[in-house]
């Protein structure tokens, strides 16, 4: 029995030995650790010094590319189509002929309104003759005189009427695609074809309310299309009286020379609309911004750590932002890594 009370009891100052041991041991890990930690090495960061410059400020919108003039063309009236003397994607004058009704229904009307017009004036004639000899009455005389009058006025309307039958283009531009042919009956609601006049195109953009008192009549604006490196620019004519309640934006409208014939209308347009100059601004690179919930935000480097730094930026380019507040020259900016960094953190700036 002695014996077995020996053997537990080894065994109990065995076990609470490594016990012991392993607490001890886990305990030294931790500080070393924890002293580890503390002394981490700095993190290797990019930065810049913060330094005034003179700010172009360019707001890039997109905008619309429309015709300086367009219409669909109709026929006034209705009637066989006898010819048509365009051709498709053709270039068209003011008042030229596009096509022509016909016409020899409308012609056999005028010749009988004008010979009812040749005998009323003839009878108006004599009524007056009659009436200097007093052997009408004046109500004799103003019957005939109102019928000259009304013959008069329906040969003027079947003139206008043949008239129409000829469809003229009502500005210069080009023609689209026809949609009749000849023989065709045409009616007023039939498209003929689209007239554009493309030698001038309208850029219809907006912007945000709070940019509306920069924005001046005379201003030239910057713009590219897609699939063309080619910078055109078109000047602003006419900026719309109100703010769209709705979204809260201003429309305006430019003009632009199409001379080389390859804007198109239905296209869009990026746009780059000069905004006020602004000398002694505070212009960061965009990769130095972080966005978070409440705004932005950047660090700049305070005594080898990181400090972090609310600013209110606005206006963005393709590679900068403009700070208008949270920044001062001669601040170290950091440039890289800002998404891993936290607040006091131990860096070490590499300043370009």
Do not use: C, W
């Amino acid at each position: 029995m002695k014996l077995k009370h020996l053997i537990y009891t080894v065994l109990i100052v065995a076990i609470g030995g490594f016990v012991t041991y392993r607490i001890i041991s886990n305990k030294g890990k931790n500080d070393e650790s924890k002293n580890f930690n503390d002394k981490k090495a700095p993190t290797t960061v990019n930065g810049i010094v913060i330094k005034t410059a003179t700010f172009d400020n360019n707001l890039a919108l997109s905008g619309s590319i429309e015709a300086n003039e367009q219409v669909e063309i109709h026929s006034e009236v209705s009637g066989i189509v006898e010819g048509i003397f365009f051709n498709e994607g053709s270039n068209v004058t003011k008042g030229q002929v596009l096509l022509k009704v016909n016409d020899i229904e409308l012609k056999a009307q005028l010749r009988q309104a004008l010979t009812k017009e040749d005998l009323a004036a003839e009878n108006a004639r004599r009524a007056k003759l009659l009436l200097q000899k007093e052997a009408i009455s004046q109500e004799e005389a103003d019957v005939a005189k109102a019928d000259l009058a009304s013959a008069q006025a329906q040969t003027q309307l079947i003139r206008a009427q043949i008239s129409k039958t000829s469809v003229r283009a009502p500005f210069s531009g080009k023609i689209g695609l026809r949609n009749i042919s000849p023989g065709t009956y045409i009616t007023p609601t039939v498209l003929v074809a689209k007239l554009v006049n493309t030698s001038k195109l309208k850029i219809t953009f907006s912007i945000p309310e709070k940019y509306a008192a920069e924005v001046k009549s005379g201003s030239v604006i910057d713009f590219k299309v897609s699939g063309s490196d080619k910078t055109y620019n078109a000047k602003i004519y006419a900026i719309e009286p109100e703010v769209a309640v709705a979204t809260r934006t201003l429309q305006i409208r430019a003009l632009a020379d199409n001379v080389d014939g390859k804007l198109f209308p239905g296209t869009f347009a990026d746009i780059k609309l000069p905004l006020n100059i602004i000398k002694d601004a505070i212009v960061v690179p965009s990769e130095a911004i972080v966005p978070i919930q409440d705004g932005k935000k950047v660090f700049v480097a305070n005594n080898g750590q990181a400090k972090e730094v609310m600013v209110d930026a606005t206006t963005r380019t393709d590679s900068s932002i403009l700070i208008l507040a949270g920044l001062k020259p001669g601040d170290t900016l950091i440039t890289s890594g800002v998404m891993s960094l936290k607040n006091e953190a131990p860096i070490k700036v590499q300043v370009k």
